[in-house]
Antibody
Framework: QVQLVQSGAEVKKPGASVKVSCKAS????????MHWVRQAPGQGLEWMGW????????SSAQKFQGRVTMTRDTSISTAYMELSRVRSDDTAVYYC??????????????????WGQGTLVTVSS | SSELTQDPAVSVALGQTVRITCQGD??????ASWYQQKPGQAPILVIY???IRPSGIPDRFSGSDSGNTASLTITWARAEDEADYYC???????????FGGGTRLTVL
């Protein structure tokens, strides 16, 4: 069965960097884009970006451009999200989510069919 | 606009039907997907494409779309349906995705 297992909680000081990992199993890692989504305490879901594990290509939300780096290690089926220069408002649960594609007579649909358990990142001085 | 707009909160009586909506220009050309999130848990996919339910999602959940609006309908609402619901869609390039602000569903 598909599993996405994320690294443990982190506490960082403002200005530091944080790197979260997402280890995939139960499917061919390079066949599916991996997205990163975060959720601040009491807030909604916020899309951060995606990585194509096959090519290493990435795309990120404008809000995070220049601060987020998404990478992968195909030898261990693991995706990484590193956020630099963190601030207190980066305190959130960070999720990885596998993106699937479906094609039927109505056209293509794109969706997140499996999610990691989430990683709490706390930014505090 | 590149945003997706949802009502912040909706309530439904036990056993009744509720519709949760999501509006946005990108929905005219891209399907929405819908996620249920309960406190302290990761989101789960409940509807995608033209009303497709993943395995394990009850047929009480259904989706529809019209113009710039996608809808999630829950029939015969149960206490266990009480959760936050989020819509999501990508833009036509596939480079940028966005979530709606979420709708908190209360089952009375």
């Amino acid at each position: 069965q598909v599993q996405l297992v994320q690294s443990g909680a982190e506490v960082k000081k403002p200005g530091a960097s944080v790197k979260v990992s997402c280890k995939a199993s139960g499917y061919t890692f390079t066949d599916y884009f991996m997205h990163w989504v975060r959720q601040a305490p009491g807030q909604g879901l916020e899309w951060m970006g995606w990585i194509n594990p096959n090519s290493g290509g990435t795309s990120s939300a404008q809000k995070f451009q220049g601060r987020v780096t998404m990478t992968r290690d195909t030898s261990i089926s693991t995706a990484y999200m590193e956020l630099s220069r963190v601030r207190s408002d980066d305190t959130a649960v960070y999720y990885c989510a596998r993106q699937s594609i479906s094609d039927d007579s109505y056209g293509y649909s794109y969706y997140f069919d499996h999610w990691g358990q989430g990683t709490l990142v706390t930014v505090s001085s | 606009s590149s945003e997706l707009t949802q009502d912040p909160a909706v309530s439904v009586a036990l056993g009744q039907t509720v519709r949760i909506t999501c509006q946005g220009d990108r929905l005219r050309t891209n399907f929405a997907s819908w996620y249920q999130q309960k406190p302290g848990q990761a989101p789960i996919l409940v509807i995608y494409g033209k009303n497709i339910r993943p395995s394990g999602i009850p047929d009480r959940f259904s989706g529809s779309d019209s113009g710039n609006t996608a809808s999630l309908t829950i029939t015969w609402a149960r206490a266990e349906d009480e959760a936050d619901y989020y819509c999501n869609s990508r833009d036509s390039s596939g480079n940028h995705w966005v979530f709606g602000g979420g709708t908190r569903l209360t089952v009375l």
